[in-house]
């Protein structure tokens, strides 16, 4: 069984595009949060976009807070349409005009009257950005992977997260280079030793795991497309993007 397309698929319910729609809302208490929560998931994508297409490191970080706080100050959140596609489409789509129309420097760093402000970590991004591939690859193409990798190690972090809660942050530290995309894992043997476990109860931790994997990457994938049929055509394009290229 593919460990990305379990069996069990979880109920498609509160969307990104939610979160979208709330963070329109000015009158909404849950504005601010909705927002923090976009810019978590998408800044950095959006900076390597910036930066890519030629923004230089202060005009990044200026164009890309500027852009999440223009999104409230304008309303334009009002205007998302879950229904005319993927969630970072509407995202990367609203971005790339934002930059089209942004030809005054003053009003990237002008700040709506009473907006939150958006805090974007310049120098972590531009160490990041340093890492990316040459210029081989696209801005669009960085964008999607960027997006791919944000979005896989969110469902990593979340898996931590729970082994953590259940008091197992040790067992997962061993077995998370199981997972797809990791480092080469060790053998079951040398990692059964380790934990003090039997190899046949640490085939089954890691087939755990695996399916965990799945049920949470299927999840955050189901938060960014608008019909639950869409979500293996997402993850599909998700490898693509990150394995595969």
């Known amino acids: 069984m593919n460990p990305l397309r379990p069996d069990a698929v979880p109920v498609f319910a509160t969307t ?5 729609l709330q963070a329109g809302r000015h ?3 849950e504005a601010s949060r909705a927002l923090a929560e976009l810019c978590r998931a998408y800044w950095y994508p ?9 923004q ?5 970080e200026d164009l890309t807070q500027g852009f999440f706080e223009r999104l409230l100050e304008k309303n334009y959140l009002e205007l998302a349409d879950p229904q005319r596609g993927k969630f970072r489409w509407f995202l990367l789509t609203a971005f790339k005009c934002f930059l089209a129309n942004e030809f005054d420097r003053a009003c990237a ?16 991004a531009e160490q990041r950005y340093a890492l990316e591939p ?3 690859v ?12 944000e979005l896989l190690a969110r469902v990593q972090k979340q898996l931590r997260d729970e082994y953590a809660v259940a008091k197992k942050a040790e067992r997962f530290d061993r077995i998370e280079k199981f997972l797809p995309g990791g480092e080469a894992p060790p053998g079951y043997t040398e990692t059964a030793a380790a934990l003090g476990l039997s190899e046949d109860a640490v085939r089954q931790e890691v087939h755990r795991l695996r399916k965990r994997y799945g049920e949470l990457l299927r999840g955050e994938i189901a938060a960014t497309v608008a019909h639950p049929d869409e979500v293996d055509e997402e993850i599909g394009y998700l490898i693509d993007v990150v394995f595969r290229r």
Not at 16 to 20: C, G, K, R, Y
């Open 27 to 29: 009158e909404s208490p």
């Open 134 to 136: 040459a210029d081989t």
């Open 138 to 149: 696209s801005a669009d193409q960085l964008y999607d992977r960027r997006w791919a990798l």
């Open 16 to 20: 990104h595009w939610t979160v979208v």
């Open 56 to 60: 230089d490191v202060h005009s990044a």
């Open 46 to 54: 959006l900076y390597a976009y910036a930066r890519r297409v030629g």
């Open 109 to 124: 760093l002008k700040r709506g009257g009473g907006q939150a402000h958006v805090f974007l970590d310049a120098l972590e």
